[in-house]
């Protein structure tokens, strides 16, 4: 199992370009989440699914927009990059949503927006 | 306003030493606490948890303690090794809550010198 990966590991954008940071997970797990990372600063929950078709926000969603076509992928989408939006991103899978049950990261990709 | 704080930015041990890191949570609705571990440029892997009906959960070197009325939980690394140097998170589940929204602290540097 290659686990959850994503892609890609760095981007630099600028002001008002938009991009996709893709997610993957080949554990077959119905829970994903995508969390952002700040200097000086825990992660932050922006959006979550709880399966297939099934988003929500989290505490930091504006910005951001996500989809959940299928199990293995949850991609994250900036409509219109602003420097705020600086970062490293994770994504996380779990099987359950119990909270003894342990959620699996990715390994990051860092974002600059000019 | 953070919920969970790690007020110790950075730790530094000798091997062997004993390694405590701190966690204070304001939110009394948490009911399960976890700790991740975080190597550079990785994503943040499990390392322990805690339900709020137990006072300590030990896994080999590392015992977490919770106390409830103070809010506050402890990660104990004992003894502590250099490929222990990471940076810890404490993180928290609400109760009713779920894995997939974690509320994250700041996190602490641990360096253990050789």
């Known amino acids: 199992n290659a686990g959850v990966t994503q892609t890609p590991k760095f981007q630099v954008l600028k002001t008002g370009q938009s991009m996709t940071l893709q997610c993957a997970q080949d554990m077959n797990h119905e829970y994903m989440s995508w969390y952002r990372q700040d200097p000086g600063m825990g992660l932050r929950l922006i959006h979550y699914?709880?399966?297939?078709?099934?988003?929500d926000q989290g505490e930091v969603p504006n910005g951001y927009n996500v989809s959940r076509s299928t199990t293995e992928d949850f991609p994250l989408r900036l409509l219109s990059a602003a420097p705020s939006q600086t970062s490293v991103y994770f994504c996380?899978?779990?099987?359950?949503?119990?909270?003894?049950?342990?959620?699996?990261f990715g390994p990051g990709t860092r974002l600059t927006v000019l | 306003d953070q919920q969970v704080k790690q007020n110790s930015p950075s730790l530094s041990v000798q091997e062997g030493r004993i390694s405590i890191l701190n966690c204070d949570y304001t939110?009394?609705?948490?009911?399960?606490f976890l700790w991740y571990k975080k190597y550079p440029a990785e994503g943040p892997t499990f390392l322990i948890s805690i339900s709020s009906i137990k006072d300590k959960n030990e896994d080999g070197r590392f015992t977490v303690f919770l106390n409830k009325s103070a809010k506050h939980l402890s990660l104990h690394i004992v003894p502590s090794q250099p490929g222990d140097s990471a940076v810890y998170f404490c993180?928290?589940?609400?109760?009713?809550?779920?894995?997939?929204?974690?509320?994250f602290g700041k996190g602490t540097l641990l360096t253990v010198n050789p």
């Open positions: 699914s709880v399966g297939a078709g099934i988003t």
């Open positions: 996380a899978s779990s099987l359950t949503s119990g909270s003894n049950n342990e959620q699996f």
């Open positions: 939110n009394s609705m948490f009911d399960y």
């Open positions: 993180a928290a589940v609400r109760s009713g809550g779920s894995n997939y929204k974690l509320t």
